[in-house]
């Protein structure tokens, strides 16, 4: 990969965008990991507005952490670049106090996970409307279009997805290049959404390079009968999440009522 040139033609990209859609800028969750920071950079090397939220939600304190300190990193670097703390803790509190009790919490426990990031796309919207702003989105190829790891209206509602045609890899060399902090470069990939310490690869059972090699694979035509052992046991994973997230991936359905019953 070409990388200085693929940043050079996001930015350009993220710059004629929010031009032609005549906003001033960008706002954009920072959660400590990869993604965000590259997005977050890749904005503020437009020179237009970048509002950085962190918004913990029972969060792990080295991911606050993370994100303090690439946040600090892009202030100094970019004179355009601000911050908005929003501690959505008590509201998410106060939403799951408010909804009814549950035999099992363990039942709920991915709604609430997936309620935590919707609470952040709400928060970032709430800013983008403020400021004149676009919310920038932070997910990347494999997981918006192969295994679909991320939420519906949560991190998935955006205005534009500047490395959504990158895979992890190419994140992390464009995080490379760009000088992202060492302790983002190093920590292991997570969505932030269940107050511990559990990775991607803890939640799918496979890292990102072995996605990566999944989505190819299938892109390629190939059949689970084409495999054996871990790459077998990868592309079923690979297969079964991209089979379970297809609603994600293609446009909301719409029932066309024939023209003679109007």
Not at 60 to 84: C, K, Y
Not at 152 to 173: F, Q, R
């Amino acid at each position: 990969m070409q990388t200085e040139k693929v940043i050079a033609h996001i930015v350009d990209w993220l710059k004629a965008y929010a031009t032609n859609a005549k906003c001033k800028g960008f706002v954009i969750g920072v959660s400590g990991g990869i993604d965000s920071a590259v997005t977050s950079t890749l904005c503020a090397k437009t020179g237009l507005d970048l509002l950085c939220l962190e918004m913990p939600i029972h969060q792990g304190q080295s991911q606050v952490t993370r994100a303090d300190r690439h946040i600090d990193w892009l202030m100094e670097n970019f004179p355009n670049v601000s911050r908005q703390p929003v501690d959505l803790t008590p509201v998410f509190d106060s939403l799951v106090a408010a909804f009814p009790k549950v035999q099992n919490e363990e039942e709920r426990l991915m709604s609430l996970a997936n309620t935590r990031a919707r609470l952040r796309m709400t928060t970032l919207y709430y800013f983008a409307a403020l400021n004149g702003y676009l919310v920038a989105g932070t997910g990347n190829k494999v997981e918006d279009f192969g295994v679909g790891f991320y939420t519906k209206y949560g991190d998935g509602g955006v205005d534009l997805s500047p490395i959504a045609d990158l895979v992890k890899t190419e994140v992390y060399e464009v995080g490379r290049v760009l000088g992202v902090n060492q302790d983002i470069m190093e920590a292991a990939p997570t969505d932030g959404l269940w107050g511990d310490s559990r990775t991607d690869e803890d939640q799918i059972g496979a890292s990102y390079p072995e996605l990566e090699w999944a989505m190819k694979m299938d892109g390629a035509g190939k059949t689970m009968d084409d495999f054996s052992d871990r790459e077998k046991e990868v592309f079923a994973i690979y297969k079964r999440y991209n089979t379970a997230n297809k609603h994600k991936m293609v446009p909301i359905p719409i029932c066309e009522v024939p023209a003679h019953l109007k």
